[in-house]
């Protein structure tokens, strides 16, 4: 190495460690305006600080910081602030607590969830998003049972308007809806293996499943026709659909057996611990007829005049 060389080796060691100096002290201070900022109103219950990266581009990358502020206020719906602080420009998102404190809920914002497992947290005075933080991550059994009904249930219902869309020769409509349902699919393999699916999804599923990752190459970048691609992705999705039912609505099974009657879709529905699928259970309900999995039963209702059957739900 020359002595010329060696000089600019040094220079770009210095400017690189001044440029790290520096950065973390503008975090230091943006820190200080966000606990200054927050940390004076009770209804706060935590601050959560992300760096934008290429991986964050939630909005806009022009936004350099994201942070999350917890709130226990009734009246929070989700509110979105931009600030300038530091000269740096800080994306807020403020939500009520209730979006992150239950897991059956907060799955299925994974944009809060990511926030919450790779940001910072900045202010968590009475340790609840440390607490929600270790449970996301340790991945309990009947959290990833409860993600695995919930994307099932993305997985069919896509599944089924791609093969209508197939009918009614709306190919283009099928080729969107076809890629949700193996983004559904991919979401399942990856549960299954105790992994909470990031938003980089396929890039995390190439090294987990090579077999479903291969399935969307062809599907998106396969010669054939769009009607081919579809038509080969469906069928796999078919078979998946069938052979992934039981595991994957295990949860739901396991939950009806709480009592011996059947089960009207409103019972469902209004159940705690389905409310997070409510919108989605009647494709559900109706898969695990047809695989046998659970029996329909018709049953009278006696307050009525007129002789209505309302159908129920109940296992075999």
């Known amino acids: ?129 440390e607490e929600l933080k270790e449970q996301i991550l340790e991945f309990p059994e009947e959290l990833r049972n409860q993600r695995k009904l919930k994307a099932y249930s993305g997985f069919i219902e896509s599944l089924f308007h791609a093969k209508r869309n197939m009918t009614e020769s709306n190919t283009l409509d099928a080729y969107s809806q076809i890629l949700v349902a193996i983004h559904h699919w991919a979401h399942i393999v990856l549960i299954e293996e105790g992994l909470h699916p990031e938003l980089t999804v396929w890039k995390q599923l190439r090294k987990v499943h090579p077999g479903i990752y291969k399935l969307y190459e062809e599907l998106i970048a396969s010669p054939e026709s769009i009607d ?5 992705v469906m069928l796999a999705c078919e078979f998946s659909v069938m052979s992934k039912m039981k595991d994957c609505c295990s949860y739901l099974l396991e939950l009806m057996k709480e009592k011996n009657e059947a089960w009207s879709i409103s019972e469902l529905q209004m159940h705690p611990k389905l409310r997070y699928i409510a919108e989605d259970i009647t494709l559900v309900i109706q898969k695990l007829v047809q695989g046998h999995l659970l029996k329909e039963v018709a049953t009278f209702n006696n307050d009525q005049v007129d002789e209505v059957i309302e159908l129920r739900y109940m296992l075999p």
């Not at 000269?87 to 607590?97: C, D, G, K, Y």
């Not at 081919?228 to 080969?232: D, G, N, S, W, Y």
């Open 228 to 232: 081919q691609r579809v038509e080969l």
């Open 1 to 129: 190495m020359t002595v010329e060389n060696f000089y600019c080796l040094q220079f770009h060691i210095i400017s690189y460690n001044i440029a790290i100096s520096y950065t973390e002290a503008v975090v230091e201070d943006i820190k200080k305006h966000l606990l200054e900022r927050y940390d004076a109103s009770s209804d706060v219950q935590g601050l959560v600080l992300m760096h934008n990266t290429e991986r964050y581009p939630f909005h806009t990358n022009e936004y350099v910081y994201y942070v999350l502020v917890v709130s226990s206020l009734e009246l929070i719906t989700r509110k979105i602030e931009h600030l300038e602080i530091e000269n740096e420009r800080i994306f807020i998102r403020t939500v009520h607590i209730k979006d992150i404190e239950n897991p059956s809920v907060s799955f299925s914002r994974y944009h809060l969830m990511d926030w919450l497992l790779t940001g910072e947290i900045i202010s968590d005075p009475q340790g609840v998003l």
